[in-house]
C-alpha cells in the first residue's frame, strides 16, 4: 500500500534560518503533491501544491521541491518567524478522490 | 468565506453508545471525507463521499459508518462507541476533481474531539 513519511522528531531552528522539512513517499505515482500547515487544536490549512512535471513551486517565503526519481519532497521556508511553528502534512491523492496524509513534522522557531 | 463546520468541538460518551458527528460544508463541493487523527499515526481517511448518497470506504472503515443525504452535510456515525475510539475527527470537502485549475486542496473544520470512556 502506499506510504507517505515525514520526519517524526521536530524540527527546532533559529528565527531568520531555513526550516526544510523532507516527505518520502513509496509504491506510488502521484500526479501532484500538497502540503498543509496545522496549528494545535485546529484543522490542517493547504500552502501548496505542486504538480509531477513541476521540479519547483514558490509562494512568498515557501518552496516546495517534487522529485519524482527519488520519490521526495522538501518543503522550506526562508526567513522563518516564531508564527510559523506548527505542523506540516504532506499528502498526496491515492488515485480517484481520496487523499492520504503523512504523520507531519512539528516545527518549531525561536525568536 | 469558505466554511466547513463541525457539530461540536468535544465530545465525551460512554462505551457502547451511539454517537453521531456532523459536518455542514458551504462551498457547494462534491467531495466530502472524514479523518481521524491520533498522535504519531496522522490523520487516517475513515470514509469519503464524491456525491450525494454516495460513500466508499477509506483505510480504517470498522467501526464506523456514513450517511449522506444532502451535498452540504456529512455525518459519521459510531454505531457502539469503543475507547479505541478516541480520537480527533477531521471533516474535510474539496472540489470534484480534475481540471488543470484544480488543486484538490481540501478545506477543513476544526475537529470534533471525541473522549470515549
Known amino acids: 500500500s502506499q506510504k507517505i513519511e515525514q520526519n517524526s522528531e521536530a524540527l527546532n531552528i533559529q528565527e531568520g534560518k531555513t526550516a526544510t522539512l523532507t516527505c518520502n513517499y513509496t509504491n506510488y505515482s502521484p500526479a501532484y503533491l500538497q502540503w498543509y500547515r496545522q496549528d494545535p487544536g485546529r484543522g490542517p490549512v493547504f500552502l501548496l501544491l505542486i504538480r509531477e512535471n513541476e521540479k519547483e513551486k514558490r509562494k512568498e517565503r515557501l518552496k516546495v521541491t517534487f522529485d519524482t526519481t527519488l520519490k521526495q519532497s522538501l518543503f522550506h521556508i526562508t526567513a522563518s518567524q516564531p508564527a510559523d511553528s506548527a505542523t506540516y502534512l504532506c499528502a498526496l491523492e491515492d488515485g480517484g478522490f481520496k487523499t492520504i496524509f503523512g504523520a507531519g513534522t512539528r516545527l518549531f522557531v525561536k525568536a | 468565506d469558505v466554511k466547513v463546520t463541525q457539530s461540536s468541538r468535544y465530545l465525551v460518551k460512554r462505551t457502547g453508545e451511539k454517537v453521531f458527528l456532523e459536518c455542514v460544508q458551504d462551498?457547494?463541493?462534491?467531495?466530502m471525507f472524514w479523518y481521524r487523527q491520533d498522535p504519531g499515526l496522522g490523520l487516517r481517511l475513515i470514509y469519503f463521499?464524491?456525491?450525494?448518497?454516495?460513500?466508499e470506504k477509506g483505510d480504517i472503515p470498522e467501526g464506523y459508518s456514513v450517511s449522506r443525504e444532502k451535498k452540504e452535510r456529512f455525518s459519521l456515525i459510531l454505531e457502539s462507541a469503543s475507547t479505541n475510539q478516541t480520537s480527533m475527527y477531521l471533516c474535510?470537502?474539496?472540489?470534484?476533481?480534475?481540471?488543470?485549475?484544480?488543486?484538490?486542496?481540501?478545506?477543513f473544520g476544526e475537529g470534533s474531539r471525541l473522549t470515549v470512556l
Open positions: 463521499s464524491y456525491d450525494v448518497k454516495m460513500k
Open positions: 462551498m457547494d463541493h462534491e467531495n
Open positions: 474535510a470537502s474539496s472540489l470534484l476533481a480534475g481540471g488543470p485549475a484544480n488543486t484538490g486542496e481540501l478545506f
